[in-house]
């Protein structure tokens, strides 16, 4: 219980973010610990003021963010703790509908059809530390902090509860998202059932998903209502995806009618899911092609001139350390998209980069286009979905930022 927890007691004055609601304590804010024994990383904690008033309850962990609050209230964080959470969060996507899908007439059509969504987002859903994707019946749990990876068979069974029938089996992928420090040993495996099934459906189309060693929980989640833009703007129109991994946005511009789709990425693992991905789709289908290549030299050396260019590329700057250089990643290679596309072309444009603001984004896409000399309309400034909820007492949640340009 929580008079069992060990206390994290902050300086003077220090208290302060708590009482705006920020889920996150610095360590710099410790004054000093109290308990029967010395904090070990994962530990549940009481957070006092300096007076002795109590303000929180978290995870501790080692790092600048020592504490990742997970109530401000007095309250056991236990099975029942994690149900309500849950709950809570899964009602936010019926709300939007992103689950339990159906039309006025019942079932929903099948180019609507979608069972891919976040369920949990950290803490934009008052869980820091803890991502969940649901990919039909199969949920995919990842912890981001030694406390949720400690709670993890409590959340699982938790999660059974709240989803009921909608589940067939939990995996947990955390191998490489926890604390190195921490040397856990974790390796992913499945925590509840089991299933050879990797496909799943968004908005109709159907898509392999590489739980077991694929990039975050095996696929890109927060791209959906992107993708369906890129639908709306393919037709007739020569598509280049750059950085494609398993291919979302070039089978949504095959689907939205493009005259041609090129996919590109390093990782020759990538474009085999995109060349599978097509089959389950568009099976024989000779409009699309897949290259495995740096994009840099790609589109250094191509010569084929596109009328819609999608940049999605990984995260250029995972801490501030890196901002300069990400930046500068970030102009280079919309420069050269800028030189390489067609008049009256389409641009895509996204850093998913939480280190890099929006403001700082376009202000690098702003010179890339001066640079390249071209006249450039903004007609969209995108970002993350509602199934990845920005908590608005933790801004920093904002992370994925997105331009759609015209370029004349």
Known sequence: MNNELKKIILRKGKEESLGRFHPWIFSGAIHHTEGPAALEEGDTVEVLASDGRFLAIGHWQVGSIAVRVLTFKHQPINRAFWQKRLSAALDVRK???????????????????????????????????????????????????????????????????????????????????????????????????????????????????????????????????NRSLVEQYARGRNVLNMFCYTGGFSVYAMRGGARLVHSVDSSAKAIELVEANMELNFPGDTRHKAYAEDAFRFMEQM??????????????????DALRNALRGYTKLNAKAFEKIQ??????????????????????????????????????????????????????GEYLKGLVLYVE
């Open 303 to 320: 010569q084929e001139k596109y009328s819609l260019i999608i940049l999605d590329p990984p995260a250029f700057a995972k801490h501030k």
């Open 95 to 225: 709300t939007i509908g992103v689950a339990d899908q159906e039309s006025s007439c019942g079932k929903s059509p099948a180019d609507k059809r979608n069972d891919i969504y976040r369920l949990v987002h950290g803490e934009g859903d008052n869980l820091p530390g803890l991502v969940i994707d649901i990919y039909g019946p199969t949920a995919v749990m990842q912890a981001h902090s030694v406390g949720m990876h400690v709670c993890r068979e409590e959340i699982a069974a938790a999660l059974r509860e709240v989803m009921g029938d909608r589940l067939r089996a939990i995996y947990y992928k955390s191998e490489t998202t926890l604390p190195f420090k921490a040397q856990l040993g974790q390796e992913n495996a499945f925590l509840w059932g089991e299933t050879a099934n990797d496909i799943a459906r968004e908005n109709g189309l159907a898509f392999h998903i590489d739980w077991l060693k694929g990039q975050k929980t095996g696929f890109f989640v927060d791209q959906r209502d």
């Open 343 to 396: 008049p009256g072309g389409i641009l895509f444009t996204f850093s998913c980069s939480q280190a890099v603001n929006k403001d700082q984004f376009r202000m690098a896409v702003f010179t890339a286009a001066a640079m390249a000399k071209r006249k450039v309309r903004i007609l969209h400034q995108l970002h993350q979905p509602a199934d990845h909820p920005v908590n608005i007492y933790h801004p920093e």
